[in-house]
DNA sequence: TTAGTTGCAAAGGCTTTGCACGCGC
DNA sequence: GCGCGTGCAAAGCCTTTGCAACTAA
C-alpha cells in the first residue's frame, strides 16, 4: 500500500478555507487524506481512535463545514450513505460498483471537457458537473456470474 | 401547460414490465408521467387525491417494483429526497438548481455519447452514466445577486 | 384458487439541531 | 476575553420491514 503522499499541513489546510484549527478538524482532514471516499462514520472512526472523546455529530459538524468551504466534496451513491472526498481542485468523476459500493477516481475523458457543458443550459448557472458511472468491479463482476 | 402527452396506457406499461397491475401501480405510473422527478411524498400526495386509502408505503413499494423492472429510474440529487422519473430509455442527463431543487433534462452533448466512457474503466463492467448539471435556475441566479 | 399487493404500524439508518462547557484566536 | 466549536442528547427525515387481509390473474 503505498504511502499516498500524506497531507503536508492538515491545519494549514483549514486555515487557508478560513477556518478555525481544531483538533477534530485536522483529524478528519488527514482521516479523509488517508482514505479518500470514506463515509461519515468511517471517518469518525478513525477519528475517534486517535481522539477518543470525539463526538460524531463533530465530525458531521467538520465535514458540513468543511464542504460549504469547498474543502470537502461530498458524493452520495443511490443507496448508500453519503461520502466524502478531499481533492476538489481537479476535474475528476467516479466509477461506482453496484455490488460491492467501491469507488474509484476516473479522470475527465477529454481536456476540453465536454461532460462540463450542458447542450442546452435552459437558463442555469452551471457551476459543477458531477459524472458517475455505474456497474461492477472487476472482483464482483467475476464472482457474480449472471 | 403543454399536455405533455399522457401515458397512452399505465396499465400496459406496467404489464409489460412484466409486473401485477393495481389501482396504486397505475396511479404511480400517471402521477410520474403528470409530473416527472418528483419526490416519493409528492407522487404520493398525487396518488392519495384520487385513491384517498393508499398508503405512502404502498407508493416507495411501487417505486421499488418499477426501479428493479426498468420502468422508472431513481435519481438522488445530494441533500434532498431522492427522485423518480419514468422515462428510462433515452440518454439524458439532469440540471439540477442548488436553490430550489429544481430539476430539468437535458440531451446528451453529442451523439457518440462521450459521457458514457470513462477514461479508464480499471475493470469495471460500466451499465450506466449518470450525469448531473449543479447550478442556479434562471429565477433563483437573478433573485441572488451574490 | 393462489401468489402477489395493499394497508397499517413500527423500526431503522443517516443526519441535523439545541444547549452548556471549553478552546482557538 | 470573545466567539466559535465541541460534546452530549434528542429529534428529524426518508425509507424499509413485518404481518394480516385483500385482489389480480
Do not use: K
Amino acid at each position: 500500500m503505498p504511502a499516498h503522499s500524506p497531507i503536508a499541513d492538515a491545519g494549514e489546510a483549514i486555515r487557508s478555507a478560513g477556518l478555525r484549527v481544531t483538533d477534530s478538524r485536522r483529524a478528519v482532514v488527514i482521516a479523509l487524506d488517508e482514505r479518500p471516499h470514506a463515509s461519515a462514520d468511517e471517518i469518525f472512526q478513525r477519528v475517534v481512535e486517535h481522539l477518543p472523546q470525539t463526538s460524531l455529530q463533530s465530525v458531521y459538524n467538520a465535514l458540513a463545514v468543511f464542504v460549504e468551504a469547498g474543502l470537502v466534496r461530498r458524493i452520495e451513491p443511490a443507496g448508500h450513505p453519503g461520502l466524502f472526498e478531499l481533492r476538489v481542485s481537479d476535474n475528476h468523476h467516479h466509477l461506482i460498483c453496484r455490488s460491492c459500493g467501491a469507488v474509484e477516481d476516473v479522470d475527465c475523458v477529454a481536456d476540453d471537457r465536454p461532460c462540463l457543458v450542458p447542450s442546452d443550459s435552459l437558463g442555469y448557472v452551471v457551476d459543477v458537473a458531477e459524472v458517475t458511472f455505474w456497474g461492477q468491479c472487476a472482483t464482483c463482476a467475476g464472482s457474480a456470474l449472471a
